[in-house]
């Protein structure tokens, strides 16, 4: 009998969900069930924190730093 897998409910912006179907492809990592809208995936509780990680790191990369204003003297 196979083991069950104990799955967390998640909600997120489309682009984000996007970007873990997009790791998910990899090696099936995260994702127990794609539900079928826009904002909701059900992950695998023990691999939240790791997608969290990951997401972070990505997110952290493709954000742009301000732009240092001038000083006025």
């Known amino acids: 009998m ?3 897998v104990k799955g967390v409910l998640v909600e997120c912006d489309p682009s984000v969900k996007a ?3 997009k790791y998910d492809e990899e090696r099936h990592d995260y994702v127990v069930e ?18 969290k ?5 990505e997110l952290d990369e ?3 730093q301000p732009e240092e ?5």
């Open 2 to 4: 196979p083991r069950a």
């Open 34 to 51: 794609d539900l079928d809208d826009d904002r909701h995936l059900v992950i695998k509780e023990s691999q939240l924190q790791n997608l």
């Open 19 to 21: 970007i873990i179907l």
């Open 53 to 57: 990680d990951r997401l972070g790191q």
């Open 62 to 64: 493709k954000i742009m």
């Open 69 to 73: 204003e001038d000083s006025e003297s």
